[in-house]
């Protein structure tokens, strides 16, 4: 922060105005002649005065995401991951599996469906952690197998972390699902019982 940066916020607080009003307070006593020859120090003193009983600065409020803005984010980051996917060479039973899977979180990611910080965090982790390591570490572990036959096969383990994540997801959509229809259930009793 440069010296006319400080200088200009100085300027601006509160200390400096309130200092600078109780200044012009003692411009204006010197002005009836109360202070005689010590007005400056009369108005030095003031705006001291003002300076030091002002109140102190606050810094400005952090601003954190709303779940929109988080929601956006997040559709951005999974049209990476998505683009990763498309590069990735995978068996055709693991591709199936994780085009389920991503169907699933576009779904999930569409506006107007997913506000709840939990779902939320769940559905971040998936996208920017879970899904690229586990496809990352098959890739990996796939290489390195040629070189150990017999070992089991690196998809298996990919399978087994796509149905897990999958599973997670799906309980996410339920749990949307059960809450429409608590919503259309509540809706529909207001409006039988407000003809009543």
Known sequence: MGTS???L???ESRKNL???VCGLAGVGIALTGAAGGLWPLVVAGLYAAGALIAPPERPDTPHFPDAGEQLDALRADFE???AYLTEVDLPPAVRDRLTELATLVEALLEPGWVSDPDHLHVLGRAVRQDIPEAVDTFVRTRWWSRF???AAPPETHLERQLTALHEE???IAAALRDAEAIR???HTRYVEERGN
């Open 18 to 20: 309130t200092g600078s």
């Open 80 to 82: 990476t991951l998505r």
């Open 169 to 171: 997801t799906t309980a």
């Open 148 to 150: 150990t036959p017999g």
């Open 184 to 186: 259309q259930e509540t």
């Open 5 to 7: 940066s400080r200088l």
């Open 9 to 11: 916020g100085y300027a």
